[in-house]
């Protein structure tokens, strides 16, 4: 980091790209590609690589891009091929969840075939799930789950506890 006008700290890299090279256009980021060569590198913030201000070294890329081209856990898993059981992450085979990610459709399938809920269903009297059941098991059940982590939370804070959190602290010590 360089101070310029004793106003703002800057990255040197980002400085020199923007003196020699012009603006970086908006939405862009530099990737420094010395850090994607070295293996041995860990990142963070004793990576060696963040103070490199070598042009050869800088490629203008999207932060998707830059995120992808890193060790980090998205772009380890964006990598795979194959799911952890070894089925190909194809077209055919890849199920993508609606809010990122994805999963093996074979493994969501056998999954579901040893009698393993379906996506998207709730058991009846669950605890925790809304599920829309009023019965008074379910109503108990879910009033005393939704109020086990306000009343773990507050006891770590020192904080008073309402009666539903009390009760739901003496049953979940219950055996």
Known sequence: MITIDSRSNRLVHRVMWELLEGPIPAGLTLDHLCHNADPQC???KSCVHRRCANLAHLEVVTTGENSLRGRALAAVNAAKTHCDSGHPYDE???YYRPHGGRSCRACRREYQRKGA????????GRAGYNNG??????STAQSLHGALPYARRNLAAGKPLTALQAEALAEA???
């Open 117 to 124: 809920r379906p996506v998207g269903e709730v058991p009846h």
């Open 133 to 138: 059941c009023r019965c008074e098991v379910c």
């Open 92 to 94: 055919a085979n890849t």
């Open 173 to 175: 010590a219950r055996p």
């Open 42 to 44: 860990a990142g963070g």
